[in-house]
């Protein structure tokens, strides 16, 4: 079956433009997950959606960044204003989700570099 | 506040010799500890998980409360094993994964 998928692979962006990074989870993953990938802070958690819902949130370095998921299923991750320091991978994961901490499956990732 | 600490960037061996990858976590509850993997131009997955006490591609890991480690061993380190490997933490009932800094393994031949 398909796994996570996101899109875009690559983008970049000017210096102040706003950018909208896209997941579609595994059919029938109820937890979403969105991390950042890069070379000076390593792989940190953003945000966590349970459903549509987003009880932990703890990880959006700024009010630049917000998230949603509609309908259980795809979630979007949106970066306004864009600065060089959110160049990075940003990686989506999914899993069954619920009380138990199920396998997260990973996305390939979307690269976005601000010039 | 949850923490893994993987000491070592680099780690560099011959094919055939013995690859012990170190990860350290602070956690006040009981964790449940992952390693995941991510090969050359590939997504990250799981390598195994510490609740499943299984050997995966000839890797092991031990779960030690008294040291809080989750070490990942392998006796015989083959060149397809040459990745990066994360040691990553959650709450047992719990949700995002807190990962480490990441180990590069290279296996020369």
């Known amino acids: 079956g398909a796994g996570v998928s996101q899109s875009p692979s690559n983008k970049v962006t000017e210096k102040g433009k706003d950018v909208e990074l896209r997941c579609d989870p595994i059919?029938?993953?109820?937890?979403l997950y969105w991390y950042r990938q890069s070379l000076g802070q390593g792989l940190e958690f953003l945000i966590y959606?349970?459903?549509?819902?987003?009880?932990?949130k703890s990880g959006l370095p700024s009010d630049r960044f917000s998230a949603e998921r509609t309908g259980g299923s795809v979630s979007t991750l949106t970066i306004q204003r864009t600065q060089q320091e959110d160049s990075a991978v940003y990686l989506c994961?999914?899993?069954?989700?619920?009380?138990?901490?199920?396998?997260?499956?990973f996305g390939p990732g979307t690269r976005l570099t601000v010039t | 506040a949850q923490r893994v600490t993987q000491p070592e960037k680099l780690l560099s061996v011959f094919k055939g010799a013995p690859v012990e990858l170190k990860c350290n976590y602070s956690?006040?509850?009981?964790?449940?500890l992952f390693w995941y993997v991510q090969y050359s131009r590939q997504r990250l997955q799981l390598l195994l998980r510490h609740i499943s006490r299984e050997s995966i591609k000839g890797f092991t890991a031990d779960l030690n409360k008294g040291e809080t480690s989750f070490h990942l061993k392998k006796p015989f380190a083959q060149e397809e094993d040459s990745a990066m490997y994360y040691c990553?933490?959650?709450?047992?009932?719990?949700?995002?994964?807190?990962f480490g800094g990441g180990t590069r393994v290279l296996v020369k031949p």
């Open positions: 990553a933490l959650t709450r047992a009932a719990g949700n995002k994964l807190t």
């Open positions: 959606f349970q459903g549509n819902s987003a009880p932990d």
């Open positions: 956690y006040s509850g009981s964790p449940e």
């Open positions: 059919s029938g993953h109820t937890a």
């Open positions: 994961a999914s899993s069954l989700g619920g009380a138990r901490p199920y396998e997260q499956y």
